[in-house]
């Protein structure tokens, strides 16, 4: 089993930044891609960004040039810069990180950190 456990998230005025941090732990053989995604209210959830375990990222046309992901595979950990927000950067934002055990990928989730950007 793996364990997701997210934080950084809060209230912020536009233009201003936060960091999420996601750390992975428990039974894992290897870690393949980690990835944030969001979900604002009454909407679907959406991939913001992913990075592979080589450090090759995707990003959501919507927050390129603005979000950056990073990894340390040493801490099983993934983090999102994220920068310049908007009140439309609002959302929960959702970690997920696929991981390979018994030869099998599994996906997990994190149970998700508010980020609100208001003045």
């Known amino acids: 089993q793996v364990q997701l456990v997210e934080s950084g998230g809060g209230l912020v005025q536009p233009g201003g930044s936060l960091r999420l941090s996601c750390v992975a732990s428990?039974?894992?053989?290897?870690?393949?891609?980690m990835g944030w995604y969001r979900q604002a209210p009454g909407k679907q959830r959406e991939l913001v960004a992913r990075i592979t375990s080589d450090g090759s990222t995707n990003y959501a046309g919507s927050v390129k040039g603005r979000f950056t992901a990073s990894r340390d595979n040493a801490k099983n950990t993934v983090y999102l810069q994220m920068n310049s927000l908007k009140p439309e950067h609002t959302a929960v934002y959702y970690c997920?990180?696929?991981?390979?055990?018994?030869?099998?990928?599994?996906?997990?989730w994190g149970q998700g950190t508010q980020v609100t950007v208001s003045s």
């Open positions: 428990g039974s894992i053989f290897r870690i393949n891609d």
């Open positions: 997920n990180v696929r991981a390979t055990n018994d030869f099998l990928e599994y996906s997990y």
